[in-house]
């Protein structure tokens, strides 16, 4: 290699290495910034708010629930309440197992009792009803969407506005019942072995 390539090399190589720790001096600032704007991420800080506020989370998903109960005997497009929906009266009596998990979690929290059992096998049956809850989702948003396959005339003044609120209900009761898993965790524990075990014997006592 002739003296002038040697010198372009280590001039190269200086550059670089003056870039690099550059980059790195730019990259600490901008941590230390985003840092110091935002000391707790958003995960971090949904357990202290989901402990905080879990009275107003069960007390809003109650609401929506009882809400999506009535709601289920209406025709929106009709405007009219149907009191002879089987499919209506058979939700009622799933959508029990869930106010029986708002009180078996509110009185967990409050005498500060351990998961159990029991409620570990009610939780299931929330997982199934939350996949109905979210079918109620989809099934109120297509029906919205489905407003220009019919005439004016046939369609309810009612229909956008009542719709609207209806998908809003029941978007507000799938993300109440998912929070309500985590409150369930970080609240009152999760479902461990050795906790279920002491429940077991105590039972069998």
Do not use: Q
């Amino acid at each position: 290699m002739v003296p002038h390539e040697k010198e372009v090399t280590t001039y190269i190589l200086f550059l670089t290495t003056k870039l690099l720790l550059k980059l790195k001096s730019v990259k600490y600032v901008l941590g230390t910034t985003v840092k110091a704007k935002n000391p707790k991420p958003f995960m971090e800080k949904m357990p202290t708010f989901l402990k905080t506020y879990w009275k107003p989370l069960i007390i809003t998903s109650v609401i929506c629930l009882l809400l999506t109960i009535v709601f289920n005997f209406y025709g929106l497009y009709t405007n009219r309440f149907y009191f002879f929906k089987l499919d209506a009266y058979l939700f009622a009596v799933i959508s029990l197992a869930h106010f029986v998990y708002f009180y078996v979690i509110w009185f967990k929290i409050k005498e500060g009792e351990y998961p159990d059992v029991v409620m570990r096998n009610l939780e299931y049956v929330l997982y199934a009803l939350t996949l109905l809850y979210l079918y109620k989702v989809v099934e109120t948003f297509l029906m919205l969407t489905s407003l220009g396959d019919y005439s004016e005339h046939l369609i309810s003044p009612y229909f956008l506005p009542l719709g609207t609120f209806l998908l809003v209900v029941h978007l507000l009761l799938l993300s109440t019942t998912i929070c309500l898993f985590f409150v369930r965790k970080w609240k009152i524990g999760s479902y461990r072995i050795d906790y279920l075990n002491e429940d077991i014997d105590s039972w069998n006592r």
